[in-house]
């Protein structure tokens, strides 16, 4: 099938990442999102989100004019919701933003038109939005195909994924499923695996859940062997040599805008059902907050003994290794907590970025060098060039010397 134009509502993390990578296969790409600062960075060709490859190929596709930005949608073919799906004070989640786009697009929908979300939704979203776009234009009724396709790209890697993972695509009905199918396979190479919405919903849900519930098993067990005076790292090491046991790593918390924020949307809708589910979060959560009490009790011993304050090097603000990325971090949170009490004696650490609005960063081998306590909080590559020097007080929570 031939499309006159795609259109993306909302240009972030995913949106603007799919957007270039289909505009590459000769799509002609409308991007839209309602800040006006991101559309023009994007119709310079520039970027305002940091993603390896991401800079050229989006610079690429809007110089050969497959791709513009614009903050309000035009007729077009196929309509993807990409768009935050956040949640609230309650952990309930918020799909507002989702709604908000396809109220901006429903009057501009015609016969045979592809609508799709791939915001992470709680299971219903996609049927409630259907909906909504029946109830404003019900000729529409069984003359659209509606569908849900969640995205799975890690970041750091998204340009690579988005092309080669396979997808899980449910549509309202069978026509809807068969129509986003021929639509991904214009730019996907992985496998395109069919269901109804509800379940590609859940599929979403349940791929970050389980992922969460891992590392909360991994974190627990690093609190488990702190106590009996075990090393973490080599005791999963040890019990992943059997054939069927596989531990994730331990950390000082699980972050960024996925893992830390989907299982909410399982735990809010299903409460009673969801305990597991639910235990993980608070474990993650807690190995934070355990981590900034550990820190903490280690000041507190250093200035018992010496008579003096120590200095202190935390080493990491990013919510996983090797980017730039702060959302949800908990090394960020750690940082926090631990200059509530103290702000002079700490050295905040972080690399892969060159300033911080509210922490002065020092650079991380001058950190290192000066400090009587270093705290690994996030396990960057640059820190494992670090060698052993002095008597320091090393507190490893990701495993960066293990
Ligand atoms: N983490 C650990 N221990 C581990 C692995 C990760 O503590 O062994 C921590 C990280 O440090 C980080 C957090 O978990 O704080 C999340 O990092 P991640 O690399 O596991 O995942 P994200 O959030 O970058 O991306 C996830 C991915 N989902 C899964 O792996 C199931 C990605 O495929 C999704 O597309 C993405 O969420 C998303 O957008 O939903």
Redesign the pocket.
Known sequence: MAYNQICFMGLG??GLPTAAVSAGKELKVLGVDINASVVETINQGHIHIIEPGLAEQVKHVVENGNLRAATKPQISDVYLIVVPTPFKGNHEPDISFVEAATKAVIPLLKNGDLYIIES?SPVGTTEKMADLIFSQRAELKDNIHIAYC???????NVLY?LTH?DRVIGGINESSTAKAIEFYSTFVEGKLHPTNARTAEMC?LT??S???V??AF??ELSLICDKAGINTWELINLANKHPRVNI?????????????V?PYFLTSDFPMESQLIGKAREI?NYKSFWCAEKIHNAMLQFELKNGNKPKVALMGLA???N?D?LR???AKYIVQKVMQSEQNNIMVVEPNIADHHIFKLTPFDEAYEKADIVAFL??HKQFSTLKKCGNKIILDF?GILK
């Open positions: 993390y995913i992470t969640p995205e799975r790209v890690l970041p750091g994924e993972n979403k791929e970050n389980s992922r969460d891992q590392i991994a974190n994730l790593q331990p950390s000082c918390g699980v972050g960024g805008h996925c893992i830390a989907d993650n919510f996983k290794p980017i990325d949800e971090s908990p996030v396990a990701c």
